[in-house]
T-cell receptor
Framework: DGGITQSPKYLFRKEGQNVTLSCEQN?????MYWYRQDPGQGLRLIYY???????QKGDIAEGYSVSREKKESFPLTVTSAQKNPTAFYLC???????????FGSGTRLTVV | QKEVEQDPGPLSVPEGAIVSLNCTYS??????FMWYRQYSRKGPELLMY????GNKEDGRFTAQVDKSSKYISLFIRDSQPSDSATYLC?????????????FGKGTTLSVSS
């Protein structure tokens, strides 16, 4: 079945550590996105990529980094510069002419 | 003023009730309007998609867009406990891959049996 796979489902990070969240899609979608979801805040765009080897900052890119070396993969690194990383992270993809995004099941990141 | 406003609720209704969920927006360039349903600890799933103004019906769900008022609605008829979820409105000016959707904050709905 086609879809978006995010891993891990739960992730714990110590203060000062970088962590990488995985996002893989087999839908052959060109565009991929990372959103952060906090209670009462809705979905906020972190980064997005329209094609391989190209990506743009969203509204809250500080403290995050991404890469897009393959069409299928769009990993997100939460760096130690992100001061409040505890949140639910959602990856999404969109094909040209499609009706909106397809979302992954999310990764819950907690700083311990 | 935020681009998209959505009452976060929570909204509690008995089974069988008609539910009305709403969003307002400020950007007149928005042409594509979506409703997503998100169950707890899951990713959002697309529920309804509407282009420009008008109504769209799918089973118990009806989406309405009034561009003149910059107002969109989702109606749920004969609500069921399985409809208990957070409902997110989303919109964009285009539908090309690479367009970033703008989301409302979501309305949490609870349907009691």
């Amino acid at each position: 079945d086609g879809g978006i796979t995010q891993s891990p489902k739960y992730l714990f990070r110590k203060e000062g550590q970088n962590v990488t969240l995985s996002c893989e899609q087999n839908l052959n979608h060109d565009a991929m996105y990372w959103y952060r979801q906090d209670p009462g805040q809705g979905l906020r765009l972190i980064y997005y990529s329209q094609i391989v080897n190209d990506f743009q900052k969203g509204d809250i890119a500080e403290g995050y980094s991404v890469s897009r070396e393959k069409k299928e993969s769009f990993p997100l690194t939460v760096t130690s510069a992100q001061k409040n990383p505890t949140a639910f992270y959602l990856c999404a993809s969109w094909a040209r002419g499609a009706y909106g995004y397809t979302f992954g099941s999310g990764t819950r990141l907690t700083v311990v | 003023q935020k681009e998209v406003e959505q009452d976060p609720g929570p909204l509690s209704v008995p089974e069988g009730a008609i539910v009305s969920l709403n969003c307002t927006y400020s950007n007149s360039a928005f042409q594509y309007f979506m409703w997503y349903r998100q169950y707890s600890r899951k990713g959002p799933e697309l529920l309804m998609y509407t282009y420009s103004s008008g109504n769209k019906e799918d089973g118990r769900f009806t989406a309405q867009v009034d561009k003149s008022s910059k107002y969109i609605s989702l109606f749920i008829r004969d609500s069921q406990p399985s409809d208990s979820a957070t409902y997110l409105c989303a919109m964009s000016a285009g539908n090309q891959a690479g367009t970033a959707l703008i989301f409302g904050k979501g309305t949490t709905l609870s349907v009691s049996s």
